[in-house]
């Protein structure tokens, strides 16, 4: 079964740093993209970044390029989203999730964690 | 940006058909994706490729597309399918592809 578990939710100021993760079991974790998806307070899903893990290969959305970093840690198999500058539009609920099979869609979800941004 | 739209939300009567619109210039080649939402969850995949259903989602749930308008019709829609529903399809620009979704329609049944 493909389970994609998230780290806890954050409390943070403006300004600090931040990586969130998602760990992946269940399948062959190289063969898979995986991404993130925001979803900030009473609004819809953001698109925003994936990589696949076999290479690395990374994609942005034009819109959060240069804003957060995806990331991967094969050996746990493990994806990571950062940011080096925290800001309070930054608050948000992020999903973690899955790529289907040859697919350019995601099928799996993690659980969401939620940031919170605030002075 | 690449943008795709969805009205904000639809309202249907139990048993009636309700269909949900999105409309993206790049639609006529690349293929649209459905999700639902409901309230505190994380979204669930209802259509893909424009009209495939997984396993486990009900008969109901179809979709379509024509030209830069893809549809989700769910057909009797009952109670237990109020939520969120968001289309999602690829951009490519350049050799450069990622993902974006709709605005995400509200569907209230009552």
């Known amino acids: 079964e493909v389970q994609l578990v998230q780290s806890g939710g954050e409390v943070k100021k403006p300004g600090e740093s931040l990586r969130i993760s998602c760990k992946a079991s269940?399948?062959?974790?190289?063969?898979?993209?995986i991404g993130w998806v925001r979803q900030m307070p009473g609004k819809g899903l953001e698109w925003m970044a994936i990589?696949?893990?076999?290479?690395?290969?990374?994609r942005y959305s034009p819109s959060f390029r240069g804003h957060v970093t995806i990331s991967i840690e094969k050996s746990t198999s493990t994806a990571y989203l950062q940011w080096n500058n925290l800001k309070a539009s930054d608050t948000a609920l992020y999903y973690c999730?899955?790529?289907?099979?040859?697919?350019?869609?995601?099928?799996?979800w993690g659980q969401g964690t939620l940031v919170t941004v605030s002075s | 940006s690449y943008e795709l739209t969805q009205p904000p939300s639809v309202s249907v009567s139990p048993g009636q058909t309700a269909r949900i619109t999105c409309s993206g210039d790049?639609?006529?080649?690349?293929?649209a994706y459905w999700y639902q939402q409901k309230s505190g969850q994380a979204p669930v995949l209802v259509i893909s490729?424009?009209?495939r259903r997984p396993s486990g989602i009900p008969e109901r749930f179809s979709g379509s597309s024509s030209g830069t308008v893809a549809t989700l019709t769910i057909s009797g829609t009952q109670v237990e399918d109020e939520g969120d529903f968001y289309c999602?399809?690829?951009?490519?620009?350049?050799?450069?592809?990622?993902?974006?979704f709709g605005g995400g329609t509200k569907l209230t049944v009552l």
């Open positions: 999730a899955r790529h289907g099979s040859a697919a350019e869609y995601f099928v799996h």
């Open positions: 269940g399948y062959r974790f190289s063969n898979y993209w």
């Open positions: 990589i696949y893990p076999g290479d690395s290969d990374t």
């Open positions: 790049a639609l006529p080649k690349k293929f």
């Open positions: 490729e424009d009209s």
């Open positions: 999602y399809s690829t951009h490519t620009s350049g050799n450069y592809t990622y993902g974006v």
